[in-house]
């Protein structure tokens, strides 16, 4: 192993660190399934393959969420950042890897994505500029569509057709202890943000969000967790399974509040326009499609402004 090959990382507000070798194979899936979008928020996740005989966590406990029969992930409970995914109990599961989500790695950028996983699962919106091989579903050597493991929790039903009604916007995270709904009276002004501090704290290869008010927006079952990102945002996320919710400006005179594009639970219903922070992004992350690019965030105080990283 080369010293390029290990590997540190963790979320944003620093309470919890791992480190790792990356893989034999060096595999980096992105993964557009919809359990890996509620289970950090955003609006798509790459996870890289290291090995588990490498890998431990360094400092602090993470919170721990068992999402399948087949998985359990771990984020940080503090900001909720997302860090982990590790097959257990199941026979296909590569053997001596845990996946790191590239967004909690401290060089992201030095990854080589391989695949797509679950394109099926992408919203038309979304498609990134690269020629990686594409599978509707698992990577075929794991398990085929048909082999696919019911998960055990039960809000990963199929999203049912009702819950698209044009004037509202449904969501909510990974276990069902949150949920939203939202009035829309027009298509939402939506983002994608490719910042770090929006990587580090979900998690995510990419963050989107989409603009409403505070008095759009009804929660119902239990209350997010609260993280002040920087000095000028606060996110919320489920203390239980991580998935970020929300995004505001502290001081937005506007009582602005964006809802996470992977919270949603019909992302395809939103169409995202601009690009915050392309400067910041990824080499290899290009977006087909017409979006306006902003290097940094907007000048103008809107909701989906954008932290800077060095605020
Ligand atoms: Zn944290
Ligand atoms: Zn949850
Ligand atoms: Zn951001």
Same mark, same amino acid.
């Given at each position: 192993?080369?010293?390029?090959?290990?590997?540190?990382?963790?979320?944003?507000?620093?309470?919890?660190?791992?480190?790792?070798?990356?893989?034999?194979?060096?595999?980096?899936?992105?993964?557009?399934?919809?359990?890996?979008?509620?289970?950090?928020?955003?609006?798509?996740?790459?996870?890289?393959?290291?090995?588990?005989?490498?890998?431990?966590?360094?400092?602090?406990?993470?919170?721990?969420?068992?999402?399948?029969?087949?998985?359990?992930?771990?984020?940080?409970?503090?900001?909720?950042?997302?860090?982990?995914?590790?097959?257990?109990?199941?026979?296909?599961?590569?053997?001596?890897?845990?996946?790191?989500?590239?967004?909690?790695?401290?060089?992201?950028?030095?990854?080589?994505?391989?695949?797509?996983?679950?394109?099926?699962?992408?919203?038309?919106?979304?498609?990134?500029? *690269?020629?990686?091989?594409?599978?509707? &579903?698992?990577?075929?050597?794991?398990?085929?569509?048909? #082999?696919?493991? /019911? +998960? %055990? !929790?039960?809000?990963?039903?199929?999203?049912?057709?009702?819950?698209?009604?044009?004037?509202?916007?449904?969501?909510?995270?990974?276990?069902?202890?949150?949920?939203?709904?939202a009035i829309?009276?027009?298509?939402?002004?939506?983002?994608?943000?490719?910042?770090?501090?929006?990587?580090?704290?979900?998690?995510?290869?990419?963050?989107?969000?989409?603009?409403f008010t505070?008095a759009d927006v009804?929660?119902?079952?239990?209350?997010?967790?609260?993280?002040?990102?920087?000095?000028?945002?606060?996110?919320?996320?489920?203390?239980?399974?991580?998935?970020?919710?929300?995004?505001?400006?502290? *001081?937005?005179?506007?009582?602005?509040? &964006?809802?996470?594009?992977?919270?949603?639970?019909?992302? #395809?219903?939103? /169409? +995202? %326009? !601009?690009?915050?922070?392309?400067?910041?992004?990824?080499?290899?992350?290009?977006?087909?499609?017409?979006?306006?690019?902003?290097?940094?965030?907007?000048?103008?105080?809107?909701?989906?402004?954008?932290?800077?990283?060095?605020?």
């Amino acid at each position: 192993m080369t010293d390029s090959a290990h590997h540190e990382g963790g979320c944003l507000c620093g309470a919890v660190r791992y480190h790792g070798q990356l893989a034999p194979d060096q595999t980096a899936t992105h993964c557009f399934c919809r359990m890996c979008r509620k289970a950090n928020g955003g609006v798509f996740v790459t996870w890289v393959a290291l090995s588990s005989a490498s890998f431990s966590f360094s400092h602090g406990d993470p919170h721990r969420f068992r999402s399948s029969d087949l998985a359990e992930r771990s984020f940080c409970g503090t900001c909720g950042g997302a860090l982990t995914f590790h097959s257990i109990g199941d026979p296909k599961g590569p053997p001596g890897v845990i996946w790191a989500a590239l967004g909690s790695l401290d060089r992201p950028e030095e990854i080589v994505p391989t695949h797509h996983i679950f394109a099926a699962d992408k919203p038309a919106w979304l498609e990134l500029d *690269d020629n990686l091989p594409r599978y509707p &579903s698992q990577l075929p050597w794991i398990r085929t569509q048909d #082999e696919l493991a /019911r +998960p %055990t !929790v039960s809000n990963d039903d199929p999203v049912p057709v009702s819950s698209g009604k044009d004037d509202t916007l449904e969501g909510g995270c990974l276990c069902g202890a949150i949920h939203y709904h939202a009035i829309r009276k027009s298509s939402p002004p939506a983002t994608t943000c490719h910042c770090s501090i929006c990587r580090k704290t979900t998690g995510a290869t990419l963050f989107g969000s989409a603009d409403f008010t505070v008095a759009d927006v009804t929660f119902t079952g239990g209350q997010p967790r609260r993280y002040r990102s920087s000095g000028k945002a606060e996110r919320a996320f489920c203390g239980t399974c991580g998935c970020h919710l929300t995004f505001r400006f502290v *001081d937005d005179p506007g009582d602005g509040l &964006s809802l996470t594009i992977g919270s949603m639970d019909r992302p #395809e219903a939103i /169409r +995202p %326009t !601009v690009q915050l922070f392309v400067a910041d992004g990824l080499p290899w992350l290009r977006l087909k499609g017409d979006m306006t690019d902003w290097p940094q965030g907007r000048q103008a105080n809107t909701a989906a402004q954008g932290e800077s990283p060095t605020s």
